[in-house]
């Protein structure tokens, strides 16, 4: 099935000032379903001079009374909108995004588009909540009145990836509107189509033409254009570690505001009293969801020794019984990967693996598919923590798995990678999960639980893992700055 019959497309233009615009160069990019391989439709790929006109009309609507002076509650009232409307289109959005990026339709149904909605309605109510404090100043208090504004920053370049291309949007876009900021929002190139309806849905809820504009084009063209241009107050970026340095080495010319959202290579601890039942399905689906393609995915199994053969059986059992394919399919759990250049990759890591000592207990094929991107759940068991595939994000279906013999060497081992987004902890002891909490570095740890996602708790990485905090209350501040003011009085 190349595309679902009753799915309309989004308009495949640039979103600039309100309109839908031709890219000036004539270049387009495919927009392939990895289900099959099949090129589907095209998108414009912008040139710095399309970014250009994108970012100055950010940056008029950002001067412009009209979004600048806009009452608080009515800006709120403009993201509730966005958030029904999402909700309204959740069936095609979830279809969209399956087309897209391959990830099964009924879970993003379940994932992507509610993460989508809630997160307006989430900033909604933070509109209203853009305040600053009154200061009690040192010396003589009936002199002088001082207090700190809370102001939007102002013009964001937003980039985004293709592992949850909608929900990405979505996360940095409420913040930004939310703040009073004005975007312009890059998605990536392989999956465009979810953010472009998303504008589309922006402008019919009534947000201001030029608060969001969208440039689709490549990293290296339209990106690139973005995180350079002179005009561009912040910009806020979720993708790999590597782009992510890049961006803050060229935030050095003009000091622009970074925050960065980056890779991981996270640990599912299991700890010898965790409950299995929940641990074991737990450990499983923490990587093996959305085809490992999350970013605090679990990827590093660690668990005790006295336990070990018994919970690699049980992870190795649920890898085995996750049905893999096409993710129009209902039953579908494991899709396919994003692209052959990613499924490629991610097959060298396995090869990597096993030659630096690891043993495949499962998976390492493509699941018997005759066509599309394929990997199948793989677990690569007696993993040492020198391999390549314990200290690198593979960003793929394989999990490796590494016994410990007490909770420091746990400790050690998950803190033994140059990443520090997310952990899994599973224990009964109360105490066990406090100390592995407070002692692993990661800016989530999720205890006898998983994907716990949720627009009030902040989410971002320790380490090479990224800068900044999204969504939550951090996630709303990153968009403004702090002014202190202070008042000599009669
Ligand atoms: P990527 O870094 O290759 O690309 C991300 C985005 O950056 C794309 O839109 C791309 O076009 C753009 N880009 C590439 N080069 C650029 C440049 N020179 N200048 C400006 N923009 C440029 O990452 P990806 O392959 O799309 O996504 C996978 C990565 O994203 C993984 O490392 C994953 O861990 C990470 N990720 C992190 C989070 C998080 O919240 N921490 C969430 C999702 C994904």
């Known amino acids: 099935m190349t595309m679902p019959e009753n799915l309309t497309l ?23 379903n990895p289900a099959n391989g099949e090129v589907f439709t095209h998108i414009e790929s912008a040139t710095e001079a399309d970014v250009d006109q994108a970012v100055k009309s950010a940056r008029r609507t950002f001067e412009n009374p009209v979004w600048r002076r806009m009452r608080p509650l009515d800006r709120g009232k403009l993201l509730e909108r966005v958030a029904q409307l999402i909700e309204g289109q959740a069936e095609e959005l979830a279809l969209l995004e399956c087309l897209d990026n391959g990830k099964p339709a009924h879970l993003a149904a379940m994932v992507d588009v509610p993460s989508a909605a809630e997160i307006f309605r989430y900033m909604a109510g933070w509109c209203t909540k853009l305040s600053g404090k009154t200061l009690s100043i040192s010396g003589d208090g009936s002199q002088f ?4 504004l809370r102001q939007p920053l102002g013009v964001v370049g937003a980039i985004v990836p293709w592992n949850y291309p909608l ?24 999956t465009s189509l979810t953010a472009l309806r998303l504008g589309e849905l922006i402008l019919e809820a009534g947000v201001p033409e030029g ?84 970013c605090f995915a679990g990827s590093r199994l660690l668990v005790h020794k006295d336990i070990y053969d018994t919970v690699l059986a049980g992870v190795s059992e649920v890898a085995r019984s996750l ?30 693996g096993i030659s630096e000592g690891s043993e495949v207990v499962t ?48 400790i050690e081992l998950a803190n033994r990678t140059h990443y520090g987004l997310g952990a899994n902890i599973w224990s009964q002891n109360v105490s066990t999960c406090h100390r592995l909490a407070e002692a692993i570095n990661a800016g989530t740890v999720w205890t006898n639980c998983y994907f716990v996602i949720d627009p009030a708790m902040p989410f971002g990485g320790f380490k090479e893992s990224g800068i900044g905090r999204e969504v939550g209350e951090e996630g709303f501040t990153m968009y403004t700055e702090s002014k202190s003011v202070c008042v000599k009085l009669d």
Not at 145 to 148: D, F, L, Q, V
Not at 245 to 271: Q, Y
Request: include cysteine; proline fraction near 6%; glycine fraction near 10%.
């Open 145 to 148: 009145h001082a207090y700190t």
């Open 323 to 352: 049905p893999i394919g096409n993710g129009m399919n209902q039953e579908t759990m494991i899709g396919p990967v994003i692209s052959e250049q990613q499924r490629l990759r991610i097959m060298n890591y396995i090869d990597i």
């Open 167 to 190: 929900a990405m949007a979505a996360w940095k876009i409420a913040s930004a509107l939310a703040a009073g900021c004005t975007m312009v929002l890059k998605p990536s190139e392989v």
């Open 363 to 410: 998976g390492g094929g493509n699941g018997g598919q005759d066509k599309g991107f394929f990997v199948e759940p793989t677990i690569l068991a007696n993993t040492d923590p020198q391999q390549k595939v314990f200290q690198e994000e593979i960003f793929g279906p394989v999990l490796t798995a590494t016994p410990f013999g007490d909770i420091d060497e746990a």
């Open 211 to 294: 608060a969001l504009n969208i440039v689709t084009g490549s990293g290296h063209t339209a990106g690139q254009a973005l995180i350079s241009h002179p005009d561009v107050d912040k910009v806020a970026f979720t993708g790999s570690t590597a782009v992510g340095k890049h961006i803050l080495r060229e935030s050095a010319n003009d000091l622009k505001r970074v925050s960065l959202e980056l890779g991981g290579k996270s640990p599912t601890i299991v700890m010898p009293d965790a409950d299995l039942e929940q641990a074991i399905p737990g450990a499983a689906m923490s990587i093996f969801f959305n085809s490992g393609q999350i």
């Open 10 to 32: 989004p308009t495949r233009k640039l979103l600039i000032g309100g309109d839908w615009k031709s890219a000036t160069a004539e270049e387009r990019i495919e927009s392939i």
